[in-house]
């Protein structure tokens, strides 16, 4: 939307500027933070060019080139880990972004407020809980001995399996009780956007006839879809980082096939002596693909609808 | 009748008029009778909370019970729901730690401070990009986002700070990550989406500023954001960790997580070269504080929840829209 | 009248002035340096252990010695990078202990000094080492360029060096009539009793004969391969007779143990969730308190299988106790020698120091057995009592002293001693010096005792420590090969092993392509590199 319809020139914008000067003066604080913060240690980059030891000044150890990413790209395991770690985040995300917020919708039209309540701060915990202990819980529910889970499985289906260990199921359990963990959590910036609602659009759709589910669908879900968009968006720009340490309490040497990531790898790199300059450059590896990624996700955005990044 | 295009109809006067009307309409006839169609979906929605509550609660009271067993309960599987041996040797083992009180007040003090600090310049950074003519918002939108992605590393960072002679103080904390990118652009969206531009044309005509606007209208109208992004600082610098340990010296100053970490291995250390009176301390000790110490530490937290989701109240927007 | 009085106070002050001259005397043997200096040091915080500068040891020492400490004291999951930060920005404090991050490349760049001329001399209680030790010391703190960066200390865990264990429910071979199995068709046999003569008696079939878990010494694999070739599954490698290196997972002997294994996991033997469950998952199976399950484990203790006596209300741990390796086809029958007494890379001194001489005879003192004994067991009276005459070590030795273990449950921090974060003189005899009174019944059962006992008893005889192969010291180049090879290996080692035993890869027509990966991964440059530095080191 344009405050003059027509071409912006030059003047209009030397214009726009002076009017908004509070906004500069503003943006100023945060901006020269990230400036300070960020982009003062950014040439540390260079690391993964280097074969960096800390007695060495970053400038003053040697250069090594492309060597550790050839030596990353080129390791027998390397197809295997880009497969998983891809494949564990695209599952994440079409698994994971969609219940969060069918969750805030259905809490939304919640008319008991106690009840309400209740779910909400219920499903908050969970986020709070550690990895370790997560895991644990995990194994523990699945421990075809013993695991509530897997004898309830087990009596369904007849048949006894070791889930943890088994490659098939891995991604699965990792990804669904991911979503568990999150689920309440992530819900809140739903809830918080669904609050914005104008209430005068709902009593109009009641009127109207609209029933509840109708509500959600024209009334409550159009309304924070720019906020949808956009975490979706944002959410393409993590795909390669999948962290380390759930997967590496949970891998076994069975299910070793899909559940090996580039994290595990690089922190099993790292266990012996600090690896600085080969975690740098998986790091940056893995940085250069995720900005890649939202950009153009960002671009499809804009095509196809009215919101997007930038 | 009300479109997903509901909000830019809402250009014209009398569609706001109409809201108003209904609503007093609304409040004439009474309660609202449910359609067939309702009643079943409350039904549906009713049970699928249920179930999410129930799939969600019991591993929950599972921690909560094993935190108040016995170890050796804990360790043989015994528990199930319900604390096996009711015993309080894990809260007992964390609080006999001399120094937990002071980390506690402690991170306090650092989520109080940093929170607010980040409230701050997250809302300073992320109003003026959602002002659709704010000019270069596409080019600062770039500068920020890139931090996303690329970085330097641990060590330039740290150099950095210790250069500025922050080393050692809480602000090593709390002044880097002052924004968090992320938080910013969902800021920025609330702020452009959920602010009608009717009342920024409308201050425009009054003759009020930029900064006068933000604080007098965006900010109060802004509960809902305000309030996601107080949770997500809060959290983010209750459960930090690393950067206290990189860059805190003093163990007077040290948080609660540093402290409650350090219980946890100190009960878990597995070296094998460690005399055989450490190994003493009961495993099951070990595994029984992990939970103990998920209780601990969260609690504060979970506490702040309801403080955050007052916030959460519909129709803030009703009646922003007058003549 | 007065002449009496005055020469008796003569000889009484003669007699001061004597006794006050010598412990100067005395005194000053200790003292590192007649003018008062301070040093900082870095070292570990770990919370046991109260705040290093209350420390009474601290100031007993200090006493001792004429060296004001200011401690630093690091949380010890994060050492490493807290370490590395400082170097990188060069705050350095005087020494690191128990805090020394990659010694030999930084020692080379001048971070670390070069401690051979110091040791040369003023290393009185260091020299004392050397000869103790002679097949490991100097050669094993040497860096690459012949200088000694960081000194070690001394922790002759007796039963840590041969921390490869197994461990068998004897209560069931009395119930079933077995004898001890020697043989692994002994041992077959036992398994198949366990298995299917229902031994704890409750009419199912629940018992499992053998398992393990998956964590270093808890394999399953690791512990009865020993049966064909040495094996230990944190490296692969084992010194043959002719002193060469030989990678030890793509020998044909390997394969028939893997044979064999996987032979007993079909057979439900040998539990195949063994394989990869978590330690937590072990423990959860032996502490079952309806039944007792477990046949067998491997594990570092016992108490990694089933409860600690302090944790469980039947003792049951006492039914079990150790398993030797069991004798292969060809004779083999090996016990692991996994670690030894020394552990290097211990203690540096900075190039911040200002005076390294007297750095060097403050850490040099460390090793002196009183120092020890006041460091590791700490106060006469709090901490430990003298034993009466003749009482007898753990070690069946005189005892040096009788330990008060702190109690049930209690996590107070100890300000009394340092503990294993500070550099010491551990030997075999000083830990096996507590008294043991094997009076007492009970005694057994405690800790280090039993430890003692069946460490001694079932794993030494069969302790070959030709095969270990030392901690080797690499150049840079050779280092940075040796981590990439080894952790491609080790993953692809241990990832084929257990799709091998479980079926999932054919041992026949899979080997081969098994053996070429291993090639692609370069073993043969991973062997020579570490070959060149055994050499280099040790020869």
């Known amino acids: 939307m344009t405050l003059a319809s027509g071409k912006r020139t030059n003047q209009m914008r030397g214009k726009r500027i002076k009017k908004h000067w509070q906004l500069y003066l503003l943006f100023l604080v945060p901006l020269a933070s990230v400036l300070i913060f960020s982009y003062g240690p950014m040439y540390g980059i260079v690391i993964a060019f280097k074969n960096y030891v800390v007695s060495d000044s970053i400038w003053g150890s040697k250069w090594a080139g492309l060597k550790h990413f050839r030596e ?44 309400k309540k209740t779910v909400q701060m219920v499903t908050y915990a969970p986020h709070f809980i550690s990895t370790v202990v997560m895991v644990s819980l995990i194994v523990m529910f699945l421990n075809p001995r013993s695991g509530i889970l897997a004898k309830a499985i087990t009596s369904m289906t007849g048949q006894r399996i070791d889930y943890i260990s088994a490659p098939k199921f891995f991604k699965t359990i990792y990804v669904w009780s991911g979503v568990w963990q999150s689920m309440g959590f992530s819900a809140v910036i739903y809830i918080a956007a669904l609050a914005g609602v104008d209430a005068s659009l709902h009593e109009a759709a009641v009127v109207d006839g609209a029933s509840k589910l109708q ?96 | 009748m009300v479109t997903a295009r509901g909000k830019s109809a809402r250009g014209s006067s009398g569609y706001r008029d109409l809201g108003r ?22 039904v549906i929605m009713y049970a699928a909370l249920a179930f999410v509550l129930i799939i969600v609660a019991y591993p929950l009271i599972f921690v909560l019970s094993a935190s108040f067993s016995e170890p050796y309960a804990v360790i043989s599987g015994q528990v199930w729901l319900y604390p096996v041996r009711f015993s309080t040797v894990g809260y007992t083992t964390i609080f006999r730690d001399a120094g937990l009180m002071r980390t506690f007040l402690n991170s306090v003090h650092v989520t109080a401070l940093g929170t607010a600090i980040n409230l701050m310049c997250t809302v300073m950074a992320a109003y003026p990009l959602s002002v659709k003519t704010f000019v270069g918002r596409g080019v600062f939108m770039g500068i920020l986002s890139f931090t996303m992605f690329f970085g330097g590393g641990l060590i330039p960072f740290f150099l950095l700070v210790r250069n500025l002679g922050l080393y050692n103080t809480y602000w090593a904390l709390v002044l880097p990550g002052a924004i968090s990118v992320y938080n910013v652009i969902v800021a920025r969206t609330f702020f452009s989406t959920s602010i009608p531009y009717e009342l920024y044309e409308a201050a425009e005509l009054d003759g009020c500023s930029d900064i006068y606007y933000l604080i007098r209208v965006v900010l109060p109208l802004s509960a809902p954001i305000l309030a996601v992004l107080v949770m997500y600082y809060a959290v983010g610098h209750w459960n930090a960790y690393f950067n206290h340990m990189i860059f805190l010296k003093d163990k007077a100053k040290f948080t609660f997580q540093i402290t409650l970490r350090s219980i946890l291995i100190q009960n878990q250390n597995s070296d094998m070269m460690i005399d055989a009176s450490v190994l003493q301390r009961q495993q099951g000790l070990a595994d029984l504080l992990k939970y103990s110490l998920i209780v601990v530490s969260s609690t504060p937290m979970l506490l702040l929840y309801p403080f955050i989701q007052k916030h959460f109240v519909k129709g803030v927007m009703v009646g922003a829209i007058k003549g | 009248m007065n002449k009496p009085r005055c020469q008796l106070l003569a000889a009484l002050l003669s007699l001061m002035l004597l006794t006050g001259a010598a412990s100067a005397f005395a005194e000053s043997a200790a003292y590192v340096t007649d003018e008062p200096i301070t040093f900082e040091v870095v070292m570990q915080d770990v919370t046991y252990i109260g705040d290093l500068n209350e420390n009474s040891f601290g100031k007993w020492y200090e006493d001792r010695t004429n060296v004001h400490i200011n401690y630093v004291e690091v949380p010890s999951d994060i050492v490493t990078e807290r370490v590395n930060l400082m170097i990188a920005s060069d705050e350095l404090p005087d020494m690191f202990i128990g805090t020394v991050v990659q010694a030999d490349v930084n020692g080379a760049r001048g971070v670390f000094k070069a401690l051979n001329g110091l040791i040369d001399e003023h290393g009185v209680e260091t020299k004392k080492l050397f000869d103790e030790y002679p097949e490991l010391l100097p050669g094993m703190i040497t860096a690459v360029d012949g200088n000694i960066y960081a000194l070690p200390s001394i922790n002759a865990c007796y039963h840590c060096m041969h921390s490869q264990r197994a461990w ?31 031994p704890n008696g409750n009419g199912i079939a629940d018992e499992v004969p053998f398992t393990g878990a998956n964590q270093a010494n808890q394999r399953i694999y690791a512990f009865l391969l020993n049966s064909f070739v040495p094996f230990y599954d944190e490296w692969y490698h084992y010194i043959d007779e002719s002193g060469t290196l030989q990678f030890a997972a793509d020998d044909e002997a390997f394969r028939d143990g893997l044979r064999w294994i996987k032979k007993l996991i079909d057979e439900g033997l040998v539990d195949v969730m063994g394989l990869t469950q978590t330690p937590d998952q072990l423990v959860q199976l032996g502490s079952d308190p309806a039944a007792i399950l477990l046949g067998g484990f491997t594990s570092f203790t016992w108490w990694q299988g089933v409860p600690a006596d302090v944790d469980s209300s039947d003792n049951r741990s006492r039914l079990y106790s150790g398993l030797s390796p069991l004798e292969g086809p060809d004779g083999v029958r090996h016990s692991v020698t996994t670690s030894t007494a020394v552990q290097r890379d211990i203690a540096v001194i900075t190039k911040k120091c200002a005076n390294p001489e007297a750095a060097f005879k403050w850490l040099d003192q460390l090793y002196n057995p009183e120092v020890t004994l006041r460091s590791q067991v700490g106060e006469l009276g709090v901490n430990y009592d003298l034993p009466p005459e003749g009482a007898l070590g753990i070690n069946g030795k005189p005892a040096l002293y009788i330990q008060h273990w702190l109690g049930d449950g209690e996590t107070q921090r100890l300000n009394t001693r340092m503990d294993n974060i500070i550099m010491a003189n551990r030997s075999s005899d000083f830990r096996l010096g507590e008294m043991a009174d094997f009076n007492d019944p009970e005694t057994q059962w405690s800790q280090e005792p039993r430890l003692y006992q069946e460490t001694h008893d079932y794993f030494v005889p069969y302790e070959n420590v030709s095969y270990y192969v030392p901690p080797l010291a690499y150049t840079e180049q050779e280092g940075a090969d040796v981590n990439t090879y080894q952790t491609h290996l080790k993953d692809y080692v241990t990832e ?34 570490r070959q060149t530095a055994y050499d280099r080191q040790y020869k």
């Open chain 3, 168 to 198: 068998i429910n004897r209560d069931w071979m009395t119930t079933l009539g077995l004898e001890y199995p020697n043989t692994i068709d002994e041992f077959e046999a036992v398994l198949r009793a366990f298995k299917d003569g229902d």
């Open chain 3, 496 to 529: 084929s092993i257990v799709l091998f035993l479980t079926g999932n890869k054919d041992l026949d027509k899979e080997w081969d392509s098994y053996l070429s990966q291993l090639s692609a991964l370069h073993v043969d440059e991973y062997t020579a590199i």
């Open chain 2, 21 to 42: 009307r209904l609503s007093d309409k609304a409040k004439r006839r009474g309660p609202i009778r449910l359609t067939p169609a309702d009643t079943v979906f409350n």
């Open chain 1, 215 to 310: 509500k959600i669908c024209h009334v409550d879900l159009p309304s924070i879809m720019p906020t949808i968009v956009i975490l979706f968006i944002l959410s393409f720009g993590s795909v390669m980082s999948v962290g380390y340490e759930k997967i590496y309490l949970m891998q076994n040497q069975l299910n070793m096939a899909t559940s090996d990531v580039i994290s595990t790898f690089v922190y099993r790199m790292g266990l012996l002596q600090a690896q600085y300059s080969f975690s740098a450059a998986v790091g940056l590896f893995n940085s250069v693909i995720n900005a890649a990624l939202l950009v153009i996700v960002n671009q499809i955005a804009r095509r196809v609808g009215e919101t997007s990044l930038w």
């Open chain 1, 72 to 115: 990353f790209i080129g390791s027998y395991n390397f197809p295997r880990l880009m497969k998983n770690t891809v494949g564990i985040s695209i599952y994440g995300l079409l698994a994971g972004f969609p219940v969060p917020i069918i969750f805030a919708l259905l809490i939304n039209e919640c008319p008991n407020v106690r009840f």
